[in-house]
């Protein structure tokens, strides 16, 4: 699908949040990383504050400030979407202004870790819904991977979740394509506007081939060329090629998000490390270093993805 059809629809890069030696962001690296992504003819916009920016371990004015030069780099001509991470809905509330100000074009609700061990469905659906008045934006949300407890909507939630009148897209991250096709039909029949964006970074080829209207990836930010290339394969009918990509992907995807899953925001430092483009992999605490074989797999990974990562 088009961005005529869904405005928010299209590639967005999930960037990282780079760290001085004292573990403060770097404000210049930040903003280089940003614009590097976005110089990739076809990139749609950036997704800051998620999984892989560390959402969960920045201060709620580093929230901001990331917002506020992702907007920089954006201009008029790329879109920011700025993550909330918070398990209290009240903070999360007061994130979501905050980012609205700071220069989001919209916010994505990512529920709060505690959720993977239960949660009440009306919880659930107040959380978002105090998300949405606050933030005054456009609003996404976030599937979750099967397997991780209720941050997985079952259909009835994620059917009340698509009432909230705000919500323009669903970063779909199932990790599963059956899963994935279920909410695309579930939320084509109930919300045909809303934008249904695969994002499971090791399986994107099967889910865009059953029908995506973009995705919301951290491969996006190392090796957005490839995304973009497989997103317009598919677009085109050109299944060859996308399979081809996909072959090109599938090892980085499983290495960068292998278990423990803990270790995939430093993951994807290090392939920016091995690329060049970043001189430090420092993450906040507990994460630290990674070990030489893990390092190893990620170097053999990008060689994998071809001459674009040389």
């Given amino acids: 699908m088009s961005e005529a059809t869904f405005p928010f629809g299209g590639i967005y890069a999930a960037t990282i949040c780079p760290l001085d030696a004292s573990g403060a962001i770097d404000a210049e690296v930040l903003h280089a990383h940003h614009a590097a992504v976005l110089a990739t003819e076809g990139m749609a916009g950036l997704l800051?504050?998620?999984?892989?920016?560390?959402?969960?371990?920045?201060?709620?004015?580093?929230l901001a400030q990331v917002v506020r030069t992702a907007r920089a780099v954006a201009g008029s001509r790329h879109k920011v979407v700025a993550g909330i991470n918070c398990e209290r809905s009240d903070m999360a509330a007061r994130m979501a202004e905050d980012a609205a100000a700071a220069g989001a074009d919209a916010v994505m609700?990512?529920?709060?870790?505690?959720?993977?061990?239960?949660?009440?469905?009306?919880?659930?659906?107040?959380?978002?819904?105090?998300?949405?008045?606050?933030?005054?934006?456009p609003m996404m949300l976030f599937q979750g991977a099967v397997g991780s407890g209720k941050t997985a909507f079952r259909p009835e939630v994620l059917a009340r979740l698509l009432e909230i009148e705000s919500v323009?897209?669903?970063?779909?991250?199932?990790?599963?394509?059956?899963?994935?096709?279920?909410?695309?039909?579930?939320?084509?029949?109930?919300?045909?506007?809303?934008?249904?964006m695969a994002s499971g970074d090791e399986h994107l080829f099967p889910c865009f081939a059953l029908g995506s209207d973009g995705s919301l990836v951290s491969l996006a930010a190392v090796v957005p060329e490839l995304i973009v290339a497989l997103d317009r394969a598919v677009a085109r009918g050109d299944m060859a090629a996308g399979r081809a990509l996909h072959e090109r992907l599938y090892l980085l995807g499983r290495v960068v998000y292998g278990a423990p899953g803990h270790?995939?925001?430093?993951?994807?430092?290090?392939?920016?490390?091995?690329?060049?483009?970043?001189?430090?992999?420092?993450?906040?605490?507990?994460?630290?270093?990674?070990?030489?074989?893990?390092?190893?797999?990620?170097?053999?990974?990008?060689?994998?993805?071809?001459?674009l990562c040389a």
């Fill in 109 to 137: 609700v990512f529920p709060p870790f505690s959720w993977a061990l239960g949660a009440d469905d009306g919880a659930i659906v107040t959380h978002h819904r105090m998300i949405a008045r606050a933030a005054g934006v």
């Fill in 168 to 196: 323009v897209g669903i970063k779909e991250g199932s990790w599963e394509t059956a899963a994935y096709d279920a909410t695309r039909r579930l939320t084509r029949r109930l919300r045909p506007d809303v934008a249904v």
């Fill in 263 to 307: 270790l995939a925001t430093i993951r994807l430092k290090t392939c920016l490390r091995l690329l060049g483009r970043l001189a430090s992999i420092r993450c906040r605490p507990p994460v630290d270093t990674l070990p030489e074989t893990e390092v190893t797999r990620l170097r053999e990974a990008l060689a994998a993805a071809g001459p």
């Fill in 48 to 62: 800051v504050n998620g999984h892989a920016g560390e959402n969960f371990a920045l201060e709620r004015q580093e």
